[in-house]
């Protein structure tokens, strides 16, 4: 991502200061990121790709072939995150995969993450869009400020991305879980809709 996202900066004139300033983090912040120290978050990075006026999976591939049909093999996803990577405070931070980062103009954003299994209070995250989670393996916990869901194999949750939420595994082992983002943005004044 680092290589592809100075590139896309540097042919919108965009300075490091100016693009922070657009996604709401700090200049030596995005300089870690292009330089491949530091790893952003998914709502990081389609912030990133909008401020860029490009799909988010432009930002982790370094070719883009428009393609109509896209397979990606198990073996082929791309890592968005290390593997045995530390988030904030410390605590032990999702992994994700990415699915079909090489195809321009998606209108969904699809990636495989595995929580982490640890307790602590991650912080809830927000972002544009609408999401859909599957669980494919394992058991996990989907939590927004007033309300957890437990899910299991074969279990899938749809909702408003911009609901404040967070997932941990609960079982010994990391959950496998497809996610899909769909992060068009929202038209002014729509509201987040209540949590049935």
């Keep these: ?22 996604v709401g983090v700090t200049k030596s ?30 930002l982790f591939s ?13 073996d082929e996803r791309t890592p968005l995150t290390a593997a045995t990577e530390v988030g904030e405070e410390g605590r032990e931070a999702p992994r994700y995969e990415g699915i079909a980062t090489g195809l321009p103009g998606k209108r969904m954003a699809p ?7 640890g307790r602590g209070p991650a912080p809830f995250k927000s972002h544009a869009g609408e999401e859909f989670l599957f669980v494919h393996a394992g058991s996990a916990e989907l ?17 408003n991305a911009a609901l404040p939420h967070r997932c941990r ?3 010994a082992e990391p959950a496998v879980v497809l996610v899909v983002i769909h992060d068009e943005p929202a038209e002014p004044g729509d509201k987040v809709p209540p949590l049935p």
């Design 1 to 22: 991502m680092a290589s592809r996202l100075r590139v896309l900066r540097t042919q919108n004139r965009l300075s490091l200061e100016a693009l922070a300033a657009q």
């Design 29 to 58: 912040y995005l300089s870690k990121v292009e330089r491949g120290i530091s790893d952003p978050s998914i709502s990081t990075a389609l912030k990133l790709a909008h401020a860029l006026g490009v799909d988010v999976g432009r």
């Design 62 to 74: 370094d070719e883009v072939e428009p393609e109509l049909v896209t397979v990606v093999r198990a």
């Design 111 to 117: 990636f495989v993450m595995y929580p982490p299994t």
């Design 143 to 159: 939590e927004f400020p007033e309300r957890t869901v437990q899910l299991g194999p074969g279990d899938s949750v749809y909702f």
């Design 169 to 171: 595994s609960t079982g």
